[in-house]
């Protein structure tokens, strides 16, 4: 066996124990970790493909920012176990379950359903970000955009969310 | 080949770097302490050898021979992760760090400049989960604080870092270091480097910026519940994180192993090194220097500076940047 396979079987190993870890930890700051442990284990394996663009935009952003706003809001309304909470229903997981097993028949369809692999040229220079931006930036530069307005959405409703109605905060002063 | 090529030598020199980053540690302790008391018009540490000189020695055997304490009420798992976790950033960040002409710490990787970011975005963990973990009102208060104060100071330093990479235009730090810049490209990064380091300071959680700790209201904050050998990781973590952070300020704003006008440019595969010390070593003078001048601020403005004043002025730095780099490279 290659170094490469053995050191994919021992990192793809960890990828997917940390990732049944995140959905049966009864804590959930012990999730939020196997998840951090788990996008580490991502970003190595990008690395071995050569991605090390990939690879450190998936540190910066889902460990660097993703699981500390998670940890965040853990420790604002506090940690125990979900079962404890007023307004739980016992349905919950069950429907996560259903919503799982759906998202994985979509994905294994698409996956079933794509041609086979045709190798992009700028993918094996993937590590270069200078190829990587031409690629993003002229072949699909509406999905960009598209993405830009999404996000600009979501800035607009935590704002909405976050403002006080402006005539409790005269009444005060 | 493979083995030694991907293993064993990254290995080594991992190890030598560790062991002069610790050493670093714990003479840069008897520095800031001699430093301090100098400020104070104080003598300092002058027991232990010659001007204090064994002081650090016995400030870790100390810390190594006290009795490992694990309070009954804390999650124990995280508990003992999360020291370790704030100390390894501090450290693996050396990784890209160029030490000499040709010669990076461990490796020239094409992302340096994102492997900088990506690290100082989960630096914040180790204390963060230090807080939780002892389960303890003080230390969440610490810990949701520094989170708090990391993700918005990130905001302003990223800016930053992106305006460095544009006027650099490559990712490397091996590369950035020896093309050189400009003479208006010294001065436009010069001008930014205050704000910078005000950044910085607030990511390393130093004073004046050290709100997650402050004892006073906090009782030590995220570390309270810490003792012994652990807590000595926390120390070491924010010491390393000092050198760390100055050796990243020296390569991006001051040349990092190389002399000004190219002096001496033959010997610097020998000489890197030092020189790259030197200025590390003067960039620490500037953050005690801080310590010793400066008061905290309150919390709420602290976060109003990052929101309101430096946020803003490093997007309007990076704009400029950005035309500057278009209509004058």
Redesign the interface.
């Known amino acids: 066996m290659s170094f490469e396979m053995i050191f994919f079987i021992l990192v793809g190993a960890l990828s997917v124990g940390t990732a049944v870890g995140v959905v049966t930890s009864r804590i959930a700051v012990h999730s939020a970790l196997f998840l951090l442990v788990h996008f580490a284990t991502l970003a190595i394996l990008y690395v071995t493909l050569n991605a090390q663009f990939l690879a450190a935009a998936q540190i910066i952003v889902y460990a660097g920012g993703i699981v500390i706003l998670i940890l965040f809001v853990i420790m604002l309304i506090g940690s125990a176990p979900l079962e404890t909470r007023a307004g739980y229903r016992s349905w919950v997981p069950y429907a996560g379950l259903a919503l799982g097993v759906v998202m994985l028949a979509g994905m294994a369809l698409t996956v079933l359903q794509m041609p086979p692999a045709t190798i992009n040229p700028a993918a094996n220079e993937g590590g270069v970000p200078i190829v990587l931006g031409v690629e993003i930036y002229s072949q699909n530069i509406l999905l960009v955009e598209l993405a830009a307005v999404l996000l600009l959405v979501a800035l607009l409703g935590a704002l909405l969310l976050a403002r006080r109605p402006k005539t409790e905060e005269t009444s005060i002063s | 080949m ?2 030694l090529n ?1 293993i064993i030598i990254p290995t080594i020199r991992s190890l030598v770097l560790i062991v002069v980053l610790l050493t670093g540690f714990a003479y840069l302790t008897w520095y800031e302490r001699k430093l301090l008391a100098r400020f104070h018009v104080r003598i300092g540490p002058n027991r232990a050898g010659p001007r204090g000189l064994l002081q650090p020695i016995a400030d870790a055997v100390k810390a190594v021979f006290k009795e490992e304490i694990i309070p009954g009420h804390v ?1 124990k ?2 508990y003992l ?1 999360a020291p370790a976790l704030a100390l390894v950033p501090a450290l693996i960040i050396w990784a890209v760090i160029p030490l000499g002409k040709g010669f990076p710490a461990v490796a020239d ?3 340096g400049f ?2 900088i ?6 630096e ?2 180790g204390v ?2 230090a807080g ?2 002892s389960n303890n009102n003080y230390s ?1 208060l610490g ?2 604080r520094s ?2 104060q ?2 918005s100071y ?1 905001l302003p330093l990223g800016f930053f870092l992106l305006s460095i990479l544009l006027l650099a235009g490559d ?1 490397s730090l091996v590369n950035l270091v020896e093309s050189g810049r400009q003479w208006w490209e010294w001065l436009w990064l010069w001008l930014m480097f205050p704000l910078f380091f005000i950044c910085i300071l607030a990511e390393t959680n130093r004073s004046p910026f050290d709100l997650p700790e402050t004892e006073n209201e906090l009782v030590a904050g995220f570390q309270t519940e810490y003792g012994g050998i652990k807590f000595a990781l926390f120390f070491m973590a924010e010491y390393i994180n000092m050198i760390t952070t100055s050796a990243i300020m020296a390569t991006l704003f001051f040349g990092g192993y190389a002399l000004p006008f190219g002096i001496g440019s033959d010997f610097l595969p020998i000489l890197g090194p030092f020189i790259l010390a030197g200025k590390i070593i003067v960039l620490l003078f500037l953050f005690i220097w801080v310590r010793a001048s400066l008061g905290r601020p309150r919390y709420d403005q602290l976060m109003g500076f990052a929101w309101r004043t430096l946020l803003p002025i490093s997007l309007v730095y990076m704009i400029i940047t950005a035309l500057l780099t278009v209509f004058f490279k």
């Not at chain 2, 970011?117 to 989960?122: D, E, F, K, N, S």
């Open positions: 493979d083995w991907l999650d798992m995280v992760i990787v094409p992302i994102l492997w970011l990506a690290v100082a975005g989960i914040s963990y963060i989960l939780w973990s969440l810990a949701l989170s708090a990391m993700i990130e990712f």
